[in-house]
């Protein structure tokens, strides 16, 4: 079965302080894709990033990384020099080969207080 | 903006009623999702369509219908509506030539209010 766990309910931090956001995955693929999307106050999901479960090198994309650690099942995402702009709700996802359908962690409100 | 269209934006209806959601899936992609989510069950996957045809199905009501027309674009129906399915309706769409691993793109969604 896939499972994705973002233990995470609820995060504040103070602009421009670095945050992480954490999520762990469960499958028995060998082949799955990780994925990140954030949903800002406005409603819409936006995509972050695509992950390979053959890639397992950090990417780094302006003030946002990512950590895939295929030994621990997870795949981290920080938010460097935090701004009240990142205040979102953020979503972790999981796509394997089995099952073909998307199945998404229950999300971390990140707010940003400036 | 994803390229992905839903509407309409908002919708309030009253239990009991009928409505139906609409979706435009960016250029290019076959595939179409339909997904669920409320405050208290998060982001529930629906339905799934590929090129016309239902390819996968999530925790989809017996109430709840799709189908994905010849131009690729979807209709979401919902009936018999409860206090319960208010909600926000998201389509998302992809090229889904991996097998269902491809990027999904969202909609901006419908919000549905039932009253």
């Known amino acids: 079965a896939q499972k994705v766990t973002q233990a995470q309910t609820e995060i504040s931090v103070v602009e421009k302080e670095d945050v992480t956001l954490d999520c762990v995955y469960e499958t028995r693929d060998t082949t799955y894709y990780l994925f990140w999307y954030k949903q800002p106050p406005s409603g819409e999901l936006v995509f972050l990033i695509r992950r390979n479960s053959f890639d397992e090198q950090n990417e780094i994309s302006g003030r946002y990384s990512w950590n895939f650690q295929k030994s621990t099942s997870s795949f981290n995402f920080t938010i460097t020099a935090s701004q009240v702009v990142d205040s979102a709700v953020y979503f972790c996802a999981l796509s394997a080969n089995t099952g073909n359908q998307f199945y998404f962690g229950t999300g971390t409100s990140l707010t940003v207080i400036p | 903006d994803s390229g992905v269209t839903q509407t309409p934006k908002h919708l309030i209806t009253a239990t009991g009623q009928r409505v139906t959601l609409r979706c435009s899936p960016r250029?290019?992609?076959?595939?179409v999702y339909w997904y669920q989510q409320s405050l208290d069950q998060g982001l529930q996957f629906l339905i799934q369509?590929?090129?016309?045809?239902?390819?996968a199905k999530g925790n989809i009501l017996e109430r709840f219908s799709a189908q994905q027309f010849p131009d690729l674009h979807s209709e979401l129906n919902l009936s018999s509506l409860e206090l319960g399915d208010s909600a926000l309706y998201f389509c998302?769409?992809?090229?889904?030539?991996?097998?269902?691993?491809?990027?999904?793109?969202f909609g901006p969604g419908t919000r549905l209010t039932v009253l």
């Open positions: 369509y590929y090129n016309g045809e239902e390819r």
């Open positions: 250029s290019g992609d076959l595939s």
């Open positions: 998302a769409s992809s090229v889904d030539l991996a097998g269902g691993t491809d990027t999904q793109y």
